[in-house]
């Protein structure tokens, strides 16, 4: 059976729903117990950016439109590492089925290899027992397979059964794993998104969201999201009734509120009634209701407010989203930081697009892009500032209409060094080097907390105690953040270091951050300079600079 268009559409639809519901389980394999963007939530974010544009597509669409249409907006809005990765296996689909109205088994196959080899290409230096791993074992298995049957249920069981083999063998390959037991959380994502693909391609039905498998009664919605003038009835009421014994006929129930509104619904499910109406007299709705019984669950909602706000919403929205500007200096800045302080700290140093986010909110490529095209340069340069918006912001190049430079930065503080080091005389390549050369410069530590119980690298560590890196790695947990703070500063000054920043964030207060900086500054040589920042960062207490 070859793969029609609506079969490809409604299996990744189907993937896509199965990862959003298992998106917990997924991130709780994450081994590193630091608050982060988790897999299962860049990847799920990754492959629900596509939904909407695929849930337009009429059943005669071409497998070829529903490949390309998925691989654009995964592209877009790819998250994370796994979430770029996971694009890329996509992307891999797109140029396979390119063009194409049908796919044989066969062809599929080998298009999942194309997106194979482009995820291994993406990747600098690639790491056996993960996401790669398991899609490049699985794509091999099926495409032999495919040489022996063109039977797609027969194709997409080996695929899946492959994906939990090699998951299953993860953690041999990748000893972090091994201890912490468990297997790959991106080898995991995938797997969940192939089972999900196979529902639909073995002849069954898709998977559907976790809400739309527990409902059992009508979803029921107000009109707050119509034009103001088009609201007649202000008040949607929504209540459940819990039947008494001997209780009316509901259908009295449903002719009276009918008198007083509109928009009605009223569902008699065995024990209890579903209310729903549009109303100017919501007493009068419930008092009907009492005459049938209990009344639990009772919600009113003004929907000209409610409008109202959604209004000034839409328009807030409008007003911060970056708008494309043509090139007309030679150099421009996109910085990735979170923090009221680190946008103000990283706008001084002269960057003009600052994208929100950092470690537990990972950017899309889209995000990135936008901010690029708002940038009135010719040649912008991109500081990620975490290792895992790195690929995010590479995919953006490709997209770019003017010439993009992604500097390695996977810190705060090595962005802050890049920027000092940016020279407007230099030439872009010189510029290039010399800021990826002070990377290397700056050392970096910062003091945050557990977010789950976890064994890592032979430390017991659990959920809430404090945790200090240094340079992206665990260097000691302790019990106080202000000990924490110097123990890492100590650990990271070395003979010739001159200079110490350090950055507070949202949870310390200004005096308890002036008590750290007293603390280090009457510990270490007068010799080094220190400087306080409030940067206003979430999630960590802490970051240091040292050079």
Excluded: W
């Amino acid at each position: 059976m070859n793969i029609s268009g609506k079969m490809l559409r409604d299996a990744v639809i189907s993937g896509a729903n199965n990862i959003v519901n298992n998106r917990n389980m997924v991130d709780e394999l994450n081994v590193f117990p630091v608050p982060d963007g988790d897999t299962g939530t860049n990847m799920s974010m990754t492959i629900k950016n596509a939904l909407p544009e695929l849930k337009l597509m009429s059943d005669a669409v071409t497998v070829g439109a529903v490949a390309d249409a998925t691989a654009s907006a995964m592209l877009r809005g790819a998250r994370g590492n796994s979430g770029v990765i996971l694009s890329l296996l996509f992307r891999g689909l797109s140029k396979g089925l390119s063009g194409k109205t049908t796919a044989t088994p066969k062809e599929f196959c080998k298009a999942l290899a194309l997106g194979v080899d482009a995820a291994y290409k993406s990747v600098m230096k690639p790491t056996e027992g993960t996401i790669l791993t398991v899609a490049r074992e699985t794509s091999e298995a099926v495409n032999a397979l495919a040489e022996t049957t063109d039977d797609l249920s027969e194709i997409f069981a080996e695929l899946t059964r492959k994906a939990k083999e090699s998951l299953d063998n993860t953690p041999k390959l990748l000893p972090v794993l091994e201890k912490a037991g468990v297997v790959d959380a991106g080898g995991m994502g995938f797997l969940v998104i192939m089972q999900g693909m196979e529902k639909v391609m073995s002849g069954g039905e898709g998977v559907k969201t976790a809400e739309e498998e527990t409902a059992k009664l009508p979803v029921i919605t107000n009109a707050a999201g119509s034009v103001e003038a088009d609201i007649e009835f202000t008040y949607c009421t929504e209540y459940l009734v819990v039947k008494k014994e001997g209780a009316k006929d509901p259908k009295l129930l449903r002719a009276f509120l009918e008198t007083i509104g509109d928009c009605v619904v009223v569902v008699d499910d065995d024990e209890i009634i579903k209310v729903h109406v549009h109303t100017e007299h919501p007493g009068k709705a419930l008092e009907e209701g009492l005459l049938f019984g209990s009344l639990i669950n009772m919600k009113i909602e003004n929907m000209k407010e409610q409008h109202k706000g959604q209004v000034q919403k839409v328009e807030l929205e409008k007003k911060q989203k970056l708008a494309p500007v043509k090139p007309e200096k030679k150099y421009g800045f996109v910085s990735v930081v979170s923090g009221a302080g680190l946008e103000a700290l990283f706008t001084d140093l002269g960057v003009d697009s600052i994208v929100r986010g950092g470690q537990t909110s990972n950017p899309s490529t889209e995000d990135i892009l936008e901010a690029i095209l708002a940038t009135p340069a010719h040649n912008v340069f991109v500081l990620p500032n975490n290792k895992n918006i790195i690929m995010a912001a590479e995919q953006a190049v490709k997209l770019a209409d003017r010439n993009v430079i992604v500097l390695q930065s996977r810190t705060i503080p090595q962005g802050i060094t890049a920027m000092l080091s940016f020279d407007p005389n230099a030439e872009v390549n010189e510029n290039s080097i010399a800021m990826t050369e002070a990377l290397d410069r700056v050392g970096t530590g910062s003091v945050t907390f557990a977010v789950r119980d976890s064994d890592f690298e032979g430390r017991s560590i659990k959920q809430g105690d404090i945790m200090a890196m240094e340079n992206g790695k665990l260097a000691f947990v302790e019990k106080d953040v202000q000990k924490a703070l110097y123990k890492v500063t100590k650990k990271l000054i070395k003979s010739d270091t001159s200079y110490i920043t350090i950055i507070y964030g949202a949870d310390v207060s200004d005096e308890s951050a002036q008590q750290a900086y007293e603390f280090i500054r009457g510990k270490i040589n007068d010799d080094i300079e220190i400087n306080l920042v409030n940067g206003g960062q979430p999630v960590y207490y802490y970051f240091v600079s040292v050079e």
